[in-house]
């Protein structure tokens, strides 16, 4: 499928039927949360060396897809006046509770693995917690668009823009997932719109559920088979 018809088909999810998933004639639509911060969080050096033994792939710097929560250290400031940020280089996200208090406490409770946060001094941050997710997701673009896969740990590393998209293959049922691009991705009918715009430091974007890609490559799981 060209890349030249990516607008159309968003633009017209109810003539294309073929292409959208539906519900009751509705479009299901999720909402894609991400960190607006350009000063997220960071571990030293040697903190970084550490857990590239432990939990995190350093063939493309990304934590492995381990069901396990992760307890992270960091320097309180880069958590000012923000409600979602990132630990750089990691793919693990940090979330305050006014964040997590607007998704459905079951799925946060199941769906997500919740580490803690402290200062580097040990001292526990109240109301963070680390979010490194059960379920996984790409979302697809359009155009501008790369893949590859990591020599390492197999993921398929993918980067895009335009027309922001899911495929129906990977939904399964499932409404929360985390996504490549160090955010939270939430069927839009199970949350509250309005608390979650009001959120501090969060992009919120919403992404289409469609039965075919747009950007020319077939469906594509989290990670390659081992």
């Known amino acids: 499928m060209g890349h030249e018809y990516c607008s159309e088909l968003l633009e017209q999810p109810y003539v294309r039927t073929l292409h959208t998933i539906s519900i009751e004639g509705m479009l299901l639509m999720f909402l894609h949360l991400k960190p607006t911060t ?24 990304w934590i492995y897809p381990v069901r396990s929560p992760v307890d992270i250290s960091i320097s309180q ?15 693990i996200l940090l979330a305050n509770e006014a964040l997590l208090s ?5 799925l946060v409770q199941t769906k997500f693995e919740l580490g803690n946060v402290t200062c580097r001094d040990g001292r526990k941050i109240e109301k ?3 979010i490194n997710p059960v379920d996984r997701i790409i979302v697809r673009g359009c155009k501008n668009v790369s893949f590859r896969i990591c020599a390492q740990c197999k993921r398929n590393v993918y980067f895009a823009q335009g027309d922001p998209h899911v495929l129906k293959s990977q939904i399964n ?16 009918s199970i949350v509250d719109t309005t608390g979650i715009s009001k959120l501090r430091g969060v992009d919120v974007e919403k992404v289409a559920c469609l039965e075919e890609p747009l950007d020319g490559y077939p469906p594509l799981t989290w990670s390659q088979p081992s």
């Open 102 to 106: 607007k998704l459905p406490r079951d």
């Open 38 to 61: 350009t000063e997220p969080c960071s571990l030293r050096w040697d903190e970084f060396e550490a857990v590239g033994n432990l939990w995190l792939c350093r063939g493309c710097n």
């Open 128 to 130: 963070w917690k680390s």
């Open 77 to 91: 400031q880069c958590l000012k006046n923000v409600d979602l940020t990132f630990l750089m280089g990691t793919g």
């Open 173 to 188: 049922n499932r409404s929360v997932f985390g996504t490549d691009g160090y955010g939270i991705l939430v069927e839009e």
